[in-house]
Structure formats: C-alpha cells, structure tokens
C-alpha cells in the first residue's frame, strides 16, 4: 500500500502559530522529517510512535544534503507510511517545497501541502512592526539574503531602493553588511530606520534597531545570532509604540509543563496566555488498575456507599470511565461527592456533576477532618486515588471511628522513562527558566526522566507546600503559588519570572 507525504509549515516558532490542519496531520504521522527552525514546543506534539528524522540546516552546514532529504520521503512513502516534511515558516516561502514535491510527483507519490505563517509577517507583528501602513509605505518584498557558493547576493539592489516598500530580508545575517552595503549604494536614505529580529515569536525574542547606515555596527555589539530577520523601511519607527509582546507577564519565559499528557493542555494554555513559551513533558502517567475499582463500583451502584471522595482531576478520569464502563451517570443518584479542590471540581463538572462538599483549605488534612464534621454516623465513604497517596486524608477521617472508609488504588502513577529530546537538550544548555508542578509525584517524574541532566538552575513552581517541599529535595529552588488552583500556580511563575528578568538586567 502506498504511503502519503504532508508538507507542512510549522509556522516561526510559537506554537500559536501553527495551523489547526497542520497539529491534525502532524498528530498522525508515522515518519516525521523536521528542520532546525520548528519550535520546540511543536516538537513535542509529535507522536511518541512517530520515527524522528532530523534534516536542521544551519549556515554552511546541512545535517542531511536536500537531495537525500528528498529520498527519505520517497522511500519513506514507498513503504507505505504516513510521512509529514515538517518545515519553520511556510514550506514554499524560501523552504525548498517545492524541489521536494517533484521527486513525489515523478514517482506518482500522493501529497498535499499545509501552509504556514511565513516569519516575514508574523515575526514583525510579534515586535510591534506592521509590514504595511497606509502612512507609511503600500508595499512589502520578501527577499532571500542567503549567498551564493561564490559569495555573491542576486539582489536588484537599486530596484527595492526605487519602490520605496518595506523589505524583509530571510536568512540574511551572514550577508548583513553586504545587504545594506548594497542599499546605500543603491541611493536608499542613511537614515531609513531598519532593525534585525532575532529568534521571533520565542522565549528569547529580541530586536535590535537602529538606521540601514547604522544596523551592522548594532548587531555586532548586540552579538546577534541566527535565526534573525532583518526589515527596512519607516515601518520599523513604529516598533516601540507597537509593541505587545514584551508586555505579557511572562514574556520571556521559557517553561516546562509536566502534566500528565491529559491535563497539561489548560495549564499549558493559561501559560501561552501570558506570553510563556511552554514545552509539556508529560513526567508522569496514569495506568488505571483494574480489579478493586470495579468491584466497588458495583457495590455503589447498589447504595453501599453515601460518601465518593475525589482528590484530584485523575482519579475523576479514572473513576468516572470506569463507571461509565458499567453502569452510567444515575449509578450516583444517592452519592454525595466530595472533592480535594478546585481543579478536581473542574473536572468533576466536566462530566456535568457538581461537588457537595469542597473544604475551606484545599489540603487532604482539611478534607479529611472538614468531612468528619458533616457525616452522619456510620456512613461509608469511597475513595478512589493513586496507589501512592498520602495517608493524612484517612489518618484524618478514621478521627471518627463510626465511619467506614474504603480507600481503594485505582490507578497507579508512572513516571516517563526519559524526556522528549527538545526538553533534555534545552535544559542541558539552560535555556529552561521554569518548570511548573501540580503534585510531588510531577517532580519525582521530571528529575526521573533527566536523571543524568543538572536541572538545578531551573526554578520550580509548584501548586501547594508538599509539592515544593519535593521539589526541594530533589535540588531545585521551588515558589508555591498562594493557591492550589491553576491560575494561581500562573500567577506565581510569573512573579518569579519579572524577578529573574530584573537580575538579569541588574
């Protein structure tokens, strides 16, 4: 059976950015070939069945040679597999899209093309620069500054001087002073304003304005590194007026997500919301354990129980599929449920029940002795959590020894055998600020899965005390968010990055 080959634009950096169709395609690929300029953060929604293929260039250096890259898709599809070409930007925008599509073509392989946000317009909006304005300038030109083998530029200098557009310059860094040499020459203003964007819509973003006559001397002292824009044209006066980027609490930021895969996408989101980029390393997961829940669920159906407990958003998923496995929702008809916090009710709401009982401080200690007050003597309760729960919840309940507790493993927490290699790799070279924790369980997977990687520079934000308290333990500098709830822990990462951004600065 014949294979089928996606080309697909990544888009600058910011998963953000990435097209609905292109996560779609990507979430079923079985052969991922992906180049240097795909964000991170996109990297880890690759399937974990999916077969990698690194293909990164770099100036002057290519890790496979295209004409090969060409051939891995090939024999790829041949083989009968689902192959996405995952490319930075737009894979027909200076992506050599096309030079790939026509080895398929001739072999009569299927394919279809994803586009994606070029950097040419998102990486100047994501700096506050408008490509185009009426008052400025009624158009823009794209143009590649990568050399030829003899060093050269095939650039109508005096022909982008003349139309008096914007111009974005791709892949032009080597070639800066060459550029702008040209468009002196040319007879452009010295003083057209003009700027280089470096790594656009990411974490370390950063501009560097200046004039044309001027910019080669800023980038120098600013130590500018690939990948970087450069864009001319009286657009660029407005950047500081513009820009929204760097507004966000959490702008520059860089931090890991270690959810379960399940529940990492809210946080991750509330994150994003605030100008994080966010990797999820998913340290943990859950594995339902099957034989005691089951039982008890038939024991409940039958009115044995007045009390379900429910400590956290997991053992909701767990229980509730479960349930409806057997039964469906009227089985709790006489139940009343209690839960550990906010984020349980969440979930709990999600399969359209509420919560009877919520206490005042969301710790298992406070459950625990707050439930005692308002159970009715000789009542049974369920609670179903992880097999390695704490034992203060039912240290606190058995206080009133009428009440029959049955606590129950039912599922069992595992942690990740070792991290995504876009995690591992930015925490080596530390270019992870935070790493965001919702139980201890979280933190003991993160350190498990980079056992042989110093994670110590990274800080550590966590949901509540015992989760800090681990991490602590394990090495790491920990903050605990003012509440157990997500937007809290939110709100914590980014009190501690506007610290870490002011030492930076000191």
Known sequence: MMGK???VGAGPGDIGLMTLRGREVLSDAEVVVY?????????????????????GKHSGHHTIPQAEINHILLEHAFAGKRVVRLKGGDPFLFGRGGEELELLVRHEIPFEIVPGVPSALAVPAYNGIPVTHRDFCSSMHIV????????????????????????VFLMGITALPDIMRGLLNAGM?????????????????????????????????????TPAIIIVGRVCALADNFDWASRRPLHGAKVVVTRPRALASELSSLLRAQGAEVLEFPAIRTVPIEGALEKAIDRLSHGNYQWLVLTSPSAVQVFMSALMQRFDIRALSNVRIAVLGPGTQKALRKWHL?????????????LGTQLCG????????????????????????????SLRVEDIAA?????????????????????????????????????????????????????????AAQAEQCGLHATVAEQSTLSSLVEAAGKVAKQMKAVKQA
Not at 354 to 366: G, I, V
Not at 411 to 440: C, H, K, N
């Open 5 to 7: 080959v996606w080309l």
């Open 35 to 55: 180049d240097a300029l795909v964000g991170e953060s996109i990297l880890g929604f690759i399937p974990d069945t999916a077969e990698r293929i690194y293909a």
């Open 144 to 167: 590649t500054g990568h050399m030829r083998a003899d060093r050269s530029l095939n650039i109508d200098f005096e022909a982008l001087a003349r139309e008096g557009g914007t111009l």
């Open 189 to 225: 203003n010295p003083d057209t304003p003009a700027a280089v964007l470096e790594r656009g819509t990411t974490a370390r973003q950063r501009r560097i304005s200046a004039t044309v006559a001027t910019l080669q001397e800023a980038c120098v002292r600013a130590e500018v590194r």
């Open 354 to 366: 509420n919560a009877d009982f919520l206490p005042t401080q969301w710790n298992a200690q406070a």
């Open 374 to 401: 308002i159970c009715a003597e000789g009542d049974s309760i369920l609670i179903p959590r992880s097999g390695i729960a704490s034992v203060e919840l039912v240290s606190a309940l058995r206080a009133k020894p």
């Open 411 to 467: 599922y069992r927490t595992e942690y990740t055998a070792e991290a995504a290699p876009e995690v591992r790799a930015a925490i080596e070279r530390g270019d992870i600020d935070l790493a965001v924790f919702t139980s201890a369980s979280t933190v003991r997977g993160f350190i498990n899965g980079l056992r042989d990687v110093d994670c110590s520079h990274v800080h550590a934000v966590c949901i509540g005390p015992q989760t």
